[in-house]
């Protein structure tokens, strides 16, 4: 439970909001509040997926990089363009370790850039030559891949590129899936749109023949199963299939980290989906349920309570045989998480956790981190929608903190008041609190680390945490808050 009364936290969030002009404090206190048990939906205390405020520091990302970056960039047999100057493609390029297997340029190309490059030429007289162009030279030079997404930069919507019309025409001359992809960055107000806008695409463009003509080149079975939302970051994927095949699944399809273009049409053909990031992929997820009437499910793979939790969520939809699989498995590896929770445990309880990530971080890895005896004391969403609050809210102790696209000032106020033991975020994040003396794990792609989900993963997940928390290099930096001590009692 947290240690600040519902009226100690909103006493906090006041006091961080009074540096701000009266206009910008009424905005930002609608994002910030105090967890609340009693309420059944968030929008009752909290706003999010709203504009970001001019002048403050974002974390946020664009429509682009939630349509090429998550959605659609893992594909790794499609060849996803970045259409438009380089910079969005160079950026977005091989960021997020979403790990393959196959052969990098031969029939993967996850990790590769390929790019328009358009110059102000291109601006003038448009692009859509270009592109053509573009795909003629992909199907020379790469003739293994499977299919081609353009993904549309800023430039492309404000020119007016038909890319609609080059993709048809393309996709007839070389007989692949052209997709077309309005993920313009400007749309929206971050790369929440963009996950919609990419499942959109997905919908109208993979999906199109749903009479029948999808799923055709496998034998459907009575236990498929398809994983959807797990982007295989560090492994992730990896690590949770193999529990869903132990229990006596099949896993027809991942979506998307080492994803297929085939695993995405043989999709609706599947018994079950299982959703892990609701907020990239939810929508598809309800497209496929009143279009094909596949039940969907959200499940949690980080720590062992949420993981028991979820296989036997999972293993309700099907008979006594998934039934009993799902609790081999959990039987299979207990021994295994007594192990890691008895070693790491005492060095880990009682400490202090601080997230703000984006996706389905905030709220599904609290759980492992109460697997291991430590408190989430704060946790928020750079993207998140209020349907994602009403999931934090049932997670969270109350009156801890929440906070909504939270800027980079209130969260150094926040911390510095708070005094967490250890701060999960992103990279932009990451080196200023750790100047600041406090220890920190990037949780978007886990520090370069990973896998974080299944049992192995919270393993891996345990090491991690120990091995940042309790590392001696934090012996030789001072905290905002020791610092402020050690003065006063100086002065005193």
Known sequence: MSVMTKEETEALIQEVLEIYPEKAKKDRAKHLAPNDHEI???????????????????????????????????????????????????????????????????????????????????????????????????????????????????????????????????????????????????????????????????????????????????EPGPYD???????????????????????GLRVVAQWSGDGTLAELENTPKVKLNLLHCYRSMNYISRHMEEKYGIPWMEYNFFGPTKINESLRKIASFFDDKIKEGAERVIEKYKPEMDAVQSRFTPRLKGKRVMLFVGGLRPRHTIGAYEDLGMEVVGTGYEFGHNDDYDRTIKEMGNATLIYDDVTGYEFEEFVKRLKPDLIGSGIKEKYIFQKMGIPFRQMHSWDYSGPYHGYDGFAIFARDMDMTLNNPCWDQVTPPWKKAAAAAHEAG
Request: charged fraction near 25%.
């Open 40 to 218: 059944e939906q968030s929008k009752k205390c909290i706003t999010s997926n709203k504009k970001s405020l001019p002048g403050v520091m974002t974390i946020r990302g664009c429509a682009y990089a939630g349509s090429k970056g998550v959605v659609w960039g893992p594909i790794k047999d499609m060849i996803h363009i970045s259409h438009g100057p380089v910079g969005c493609g160079q950026y977005s390029r091989a960021g997020r370790r979403n790990y393959y297997i196959g052969t990098t340029g031969v029939n993967t190309f996850v990790t590769m850039n390929f790019t328009s490059d358009f110059q102000e030429k291109d601006i003038v007289f448009g692009g859509d030559k270009k592109l053509a162009k573009l795909i003629d030279e992909i199907e020379g030079l790469f003739p293994l891949h499977r299919g081609i997404s353009v993904q549309s930069e800023c430039p492309i919507g404000l020119i007016g590129d038909d890319i609609e019309a080059v993709s048809k025409k393309k996709s007839a001359d070389i007989g692949k899936t052209v997709v077309p992809v309005r993920c313009e960055g400007f749309r929206g107000v971050s790369q929440s749109l963009g996950h919609h806008i990419a499942n959109d695409s997905i919908r109208d463009w993979i999906f199109k023949d749903g009479d029948g003509a999808i799923g055709t080149n496998y």
């Open 225 to 247: 199963v398809s994983v959807i939302g797990d982007y295989n970051i560090g492994g992730d994927a990896w690590s949770s299939r193999i529990l869903l095949e132990e229990m």
